[in-house]
Each structure stands twice: as structure tokens, then as C-alpha cells.
């Protein structure tokens, strides 16, 4: 069974992460677009067809894979940023009347 602690969050750690986590994606979206531009500069500078299109392949993977580690980024970005708007000092009055309700004492340990 969860703890107290592990079941509320701290509005001001929610938001830190989500700040920390759209640093992270703004810094993937910039490598993302240099990976871009280096992919049609390698074209042009490889000679090679098989090699041209070993490299384009693998610029490519990588460069989806990346989209859909942003997307990933941006959607937990979004919910950190939800979820600390909504959670609230109201939230934590709400959870000791359960937790006093349940037997325990009512106090909610926000200590994590």
C-alpha cells in the first residue's frame, strides 16, 4: 500500500519539473534541427549511393526517434504543469479527513 507521502505532490516541485523537463525538450528540438541540417549536408558530401543511403537511414531513425521522445517530453510537461495547477492546499485538507476517517491521526506528511 502507498504511503501518504508517495500519494500527494508538491505544487512547487511539480512545477520545477515541468520547467526542467521543457529545458530538456527545447534543448532535443535544437539538436533534432541540427541533426536536419546535417543529414542534407551529408547527402551532398557522400559519394557513395549505398553509403549516402546507410547514412540517410540512420539520420532519419534517429531523427524519428527523437520526435517521439519530444512528444513523450511535451506531454509530461503538460500533465506536471495540470496537475500543479490542481493541486492545492484544499487537496491536502481533503486527504487528512480521509486519512482521519480511515483511523489514522489526519495529518498529511508532505515530506518526499
Not at 532535443?28 to 534541427?33: A, C, H, Q, S
Not at 551532398?44 to 531513425?61: K, N
Not at 526517434?65 to 519530444?70: F, I
Amino acid at each position: 500500500m502507498a504511503t501518504a507521502s508517495m500519494m500527494i505532490a508538491d505544487p512547487a516541485k511539480l512545477h520545477t519539473g515541468a520547467q526542467d523537463t521543457s529545458i530538456c525538450l527545447g534543448e532535443l528540438e535544437t539538436y533534432l534541427r541540427t541533426l536536419a541540417a546535417s543529414q542534407s549536408g551529408l547527402q551532398s558530401a557522400v559519394q557513395s549511393p549505398a553509403t549516402g543511403a546507410a547514412i540517410q537511414r540512420s539520420l532519419s531513425d534517429a531523427g524519428t526517434a527523437g520526435t517521439k521522445l519530444a512528444n513523450t517530453l511535451n506531454d509530461i510537461v503538460n500533465a506536471l504543469r495540470t496537475a500543479g495547477v490542481k493541486i492545492d492546499d484544499q487537496d491536502l485538507q481533503g486527504a487528512a479527513k480521509v486519512y482521519e476517517h480511515a483511523g489514522g491521526d489526519g495529518k498529511v506528511d508532505t515530506n518526499f
